[in-house]
């Protein structure tokens, strides 16, 4: 009777921990972090594509299959092919536009929130203390401070 349900408990902790892997909601958040972009995707397949060829070739050349002239024109074809697929992959996953706007965004941000702040501070004119906006003595010195008066 034990072993039984035993078993029950082991078909239902591995039917909770599974259960999530078959879920299609689950399987679809999988798929833009794989294949976002189609035309990485595509250069990928490119990539694998000349990357198998060029095993192809030198295992062809190693057989004597293939001549060394022969060998070496495709091996340099395959080569130049493999370059513009590993740039322009390297252009689509680090497109340098939208990082350097980004930059420039947070650095506005930061000057904005910077002249905030220093539109807030005052500082006494006496001696120079920060003091709040709204006080109307400066609490280092006690000199009477006026509302629109701002020192620094
Ligand atoms: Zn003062």
Known sequence: MIEILLLLMTFLV????LY???QPRYRWAYVPTEEGDPRIQHL?????????AIKEIEFEHQMGKLSLSDYEKLRSEYQKKALRVLQELDRLNHPS???EQLEEE???????LKQGQQVQVRFC???GAAVE???KFCVQCGRQLLPTERGG
């Open 14 to 17: 591995l039917g909770y921990v």
């Open 20 to 22: 999530p892997f078959y």
């Open 44 to 52: 990928q397949e490119a990539k694998k594509e000349v990357l198998s």
């Open 97 to 99: 536009g939208g990082v």
């Open 106 to 112: 947070i650095r506005a941000y930061r000057y904005k």
């Open 125 to 127: 004119p006496e001696c």
């Open 133 to 135: 906006p709204f006080y």
